[in-house]
């Protein structure tokens, strides 16, 4: 029996508890539920194309994405005789430091949204549009880079138990990110059209890697 395959496999359940609930209480389990890209998608190359990229990408796609990012645990399977060393216990450390991180803006941003549609739905007034506190206040997405930093360290116990820094499992999490910068690129251009701050706030806040905050320019 394998520490190291228990131990990624314990990792992986944590983080699929955490994307069940939160994508459960946005409504996303419901019938009719979908994220809001999606509908922006459709509209933005038309039902046919939409569902050529359902069969071609959402169905299968996902699922091949998700194989490639676990695949690390075949690295670990193969060289079960391999035990747990430093590398192991540093990949467990920061996935759960990245885990903890991506709930903690999870909920950051669910209040943020409850509280925006309690004061709607009052007729009150919004001070501001889109989230820019807490985590989101050093960088633009801090859900998006604990998510992949999950899956970064995730690897590292395929190098753990094989030896090797570079092999084909690394294709997951290359894969995940390309995804991802895809995907905020396309969430950030509804944003920016949506509300006309936003561009100020990328303008001063990074993206991903929470770095200084930059000052902006003057026109």
Not at 54 to 68: E, R
Not at 152 to 164: I, K, P
């Amino acid at each position: 029996e394998s520490m190291r395959l228990n131990l990624k496999a314990l990792l992986v359940v944590l983080w699929g508890v955490r994307l069940t609930y939160n994508f459960a209480r946005k409504g996303g389990f419901k019938k009719g539920g979908e994220d809001y890209r999606w509908a922006h998608l459709r509209e933005r190359v038309g039902p046919v194309v939409f569902q050529i990229l359902n069969i071609t990408f959402s169905a299968p796609g996902q699922m091949l994405l998700i194989w490639l990012f676990t695949s690390p645990i075949h690295q670990a399977w193969r060289f079960q005789e391999a035990g747990l060393n430093g590398l192991d216990l540093l990949a467990a450390a920061l996935f759960v430091v990245f885990l903890v991180g991506e709930t903690v803006a999870d909920q950051q941003m669910w209040n943020f949204q409850q509280a925006k549609k309690r004061r709607l739905a009052a007729g009150e007034p919004v001070a501001a549009p889109f989230v820019t506190t807490g985590l989101f206040r050093y960088c633009r997405h801090p859900n998006f880079i604990c998510e992949l930093g999950m899956w970064w360290t995730f690897y590292l116990f395929a190098v753990a138990a094989s030896g090797e820094w570079l092999h084909w499992t690394a294709l997951g999490f290359i894969a995940l990110t390309a995804q991802f910068i895809a995907s905020m690129r396309m969430g950030e251009s509804i944003s920016a059209a949506k509300y006309p701050g936003y561009r100020a706030y990328q303008a001063t806040t990074p993206a991903l890697i929470p770095l200084r905050r930059r000052q902006r320019r003057g026109p």
